[in-house]
């Protein structure tokens, strides 16, 4: 499956709007979850692998090439991924889903 790109057509969506590329990409599985565990530094492929629960190294490696494509990770020289400036500004965007996903589970109790 290629790596959603805004212009392009992506699952759900034939138009290409940057939403849509988005939204694919990140509900691709483990997508969001790499994301978070890069907020705050670096981290190596093994390191990366067991903060998220040990997934598998084919997915956690066929999602790093998708976020990499993407523009939103960065391999460094020593192969530690990083967020890029882009994948930082999507890590703040979805901040305010996860105070909604805090309040939600606080009304639940």
């Known amino acids: ?62 999602r790093l090439t998708e976020l990499l494509e993407a523009g939103l990770i960065h391999q460094l020289p020593d192969s530690r991924y990083r967020l890029t400036e882009l994948g930082d500004g999507a890590y703040q965007a979805l901040s305010p889903l996860v105070d909604w996903a805090d309040r939600w589970a606080r009304s639940l109790d």
């Open 1 to 62: 499956m290629a790596t959603p790109q805004p212009g392009k057509p992506v699952r759900g969506s034939t138009t290409g709007r940057p939403l849509m590329a988005a939204l694919d990409l990140f509900g691709r599985r483990w997508a969001l979850r790499i994301i978070w565990e890069l907020r705050e530094g670096e981290l190596g492929f093994r390191p990366l692998q067991a903060r998220c629960d040990g997934m598998s190294s084919s997915v956690l490696r066929q």
